[in-house]
């Protein structure tokens, strides 16, 4: 009894210091990284500019409610992607 009590301290204490080794090893590998390779922040995100004038958007509502109620849809039914003014 005592033999297996014994052999399983000392397996437990076998594998908790690997793991310990191997995160202190990723703990080292990550600073040096850090200090190799520094995070450069990516640039701001510019706004998408549309191509439609500022007044063509109450234009389009317009439009999509008036081909939903023609063709007897719901306006998130579909999706004009495209206006030409001739």
């Known amino acids: 009894m005592e ?6 301290v000392n397996v437990s204490i076998l ?7 191997v995160l202190v090893i990723l703990i080292f590998t990550i600073k040096a990284l850090v ?3 520094p995070y450069e922040a990516p640039p701001p995100a510019r706004k998408v500019s549309s191509s439609r004038p500022p007044g063509q958007d109450d234009q389009v509502a317009a439009i999509t409610a008036t081909l939903a109620a023609h063709m ?9 992607i495209n206006i030409q003014s001739r």
């Open 72 to 80: 007897g849809k719901r306006p998130d039914e579909f999706r004009i």
């Open 15 to 21: 594998a908790m210091s690997v793991i310990f080794t």
């Open 3 to 8: 033999a297996s009590v014994s052999a399983a």
């Open 35 to 37: 200090k190799l390779i």
